[in-house]
């Protein structure tokens, strides 16, 4: 099926019904109605189809094609292009979820996906499940960021827990670091944690009128901060995620609630934003994760616009993918978005308990 391209208009209202429908209106108008950050009930999230627990499901039929956005483009059809395949399915079987919320991928090609139900499952780049483990405890609340670190290492963001918990490649947990507590080196709800090329680890956390990034060694001793809850440019309301540059001087957080991702220094100094609140072209909707890919592209997951959006590092809009609903190939309240070898995409369709698979050059305009 062909990818069609648009010329950047207002992303597609939703049908009536949809459960998208309450959350995508740009806030300028006075009936938009900011979506929960924590998300929809657990009983929201259902599926159209759902494959054998820990089977692949490919796709091998039509599907409601996403919307693709690209200023200054009138429509065009670039070629064939369709999802490589999608994992997943509402339930608490293996190799289903229960509301995904966090996803990354490692340099085979592997995929590693938390849900809301706390756990914790590795899938092979074609989808067949690997292993899948409990974390520690759950009945506070589950992860909600999970990153590869150079050294081969999962760290994940136990965000009720106020802690990271960093497994090896076959989910052994191997040890954790952190403390609750309002001072800097402790974590309130802490949503994620990113090792840099140099060794050290950023974390973002919030809660109780405190918002931040702080920086760890790898063996998770506390070196420095910055930030303070509220706007402006230090300020943040729910920062979801950060990643760094592995050679640039450039820190990257994805400020949900503030519908920006602030770029700073190693050292806290404020550089520059990329959107701002809306859901129009280059505007974003809560974005929840922020990751860097190899060619200096910025892949933005934005929860209340169910969309994921693109930028430079410097910040110029490139295009959006994703249009808001149920059905195969839609999405619902995206948490995370992560890359895998030779160009692959994954999308964490979490109101929907999937995960897309698609080559970042058919999101880009390109061909397979």
């Given at each position: 099926m062909a990818l069609t391209l648009l010329g950047c208009p207002p992303a597609p209202a939703p049908q009536p019904g949809s459960?998208?429908?309450?959350?995508?209106?740009?806030?300028?108008?006075?009936?938009?109605?900011p979506v929960t950050p924590d998300g929809p009930p657990e009983s929201e999230a259902t599926s159209d189809q759902r494959p054998p627990p820990g089977v692949a499901f490919p796709l091998e039929r039509p599907y409601p094609t996403p919307a693709t956005y690209r200023p200054g483009e009138h429509p065009a059809h670039p070629g064939e292009g369709d999802l490589d395949l999608w994992l997943g399915g509402s339930g608490t079987e293996p190799g289903r979820f229960q509301y995904p919320r966090a996803i990354t991928t490692d340099p085979a090609g592997n995929v590693y996906v938390v849900d809301k139900a706390g756990r914790l499952q590795k899938f092979d780049p074609e989808g067949s499940l690997l292993a899948v483990v409990q974390t520690p405890a759950y009945a506070?609340?589950?992860?909600?960021?999970?990153?590869?670190?150079p050294g081969g290492e999962l760290l994940a963001a136990d965000t009720h827990y106020a802690r990271v918990l960093i497994?090896?490649?076959?989910?052994?947990?191997?040890?954790?670091?952190?403390?609750p507590g309002w001072d800097p080196g402790q974590f309130l709800f802490v949503t994620y944690a990113f090792e840099s090329a140099d060794g050290e680890i950023y974390t973002t956390d919030y809660g109780d009128e405190v918002a931040r990034v702080q920086v760890w060694s790898s063996e998770g001793t506390y070196l420095r901060s910055w930030g303070s809850f509220g706007e402006g440019d230090l300020g943040f309301r729910r920062p979801s995620s950060v990643t760094v540059h592995p050679t640039r001087?450039?820190?990257?957080?994805?400020?949900?609630?503030?519908?920006?991702?602030?770029?700073?220094?190693?050292?806290?100094?404020?550089?520059?934003d990329l959107g701002r609140p809306g859901r129009?072209?280059?505007?974003?909707?809560?974005?929840?994760?922020?990751?860097?890919?190899?060619?200096?592209?910025?892949?933005?997951?934005?929860?209340?616009?169910?969309?994921?959006?693109v930028f430079t590092r410097e910040g110029a809009f490139l295009c959006s993918y994703g249009a808001p609903g149920r059905s195969l190939g839609q999405l619902a309240r995206p948490w995370g978005v992560a890359h895998g070898p030779e160009g692959r995409l994954w999308l964490l369709d979490s109101g929907n308990d999937r995960v897309y698979a698609l080559p970042a050059a058919l999101v880009l305009g390109g061909k397979r």
């Open positions: 459960p998208a429908a309450v959350d995508s209106s740009d806030p300028g108008d006075p009936a938009w109605k506070l609340g589950k992860p909600t960021g999970l990153s590869w670190t497994y090896d490649a076959d989910l052994g947990l191997q040890r954790a670091f952190g403390v001087d450039e820190v990257y957080v994805a400020d949900a609630a503030n519908h920006r991702v602030a770029v700073f220094t190693k050292r806290g100094k404020h550089l520059r129009g072209p280059g505007e974003l909707g809560y974005p929840y994760e922020a990751v860097l890919d190899a060619e200096e592209h910025l892949w933005v997951a934005e929860f209340g616009n169910h969309r994921i959006s």
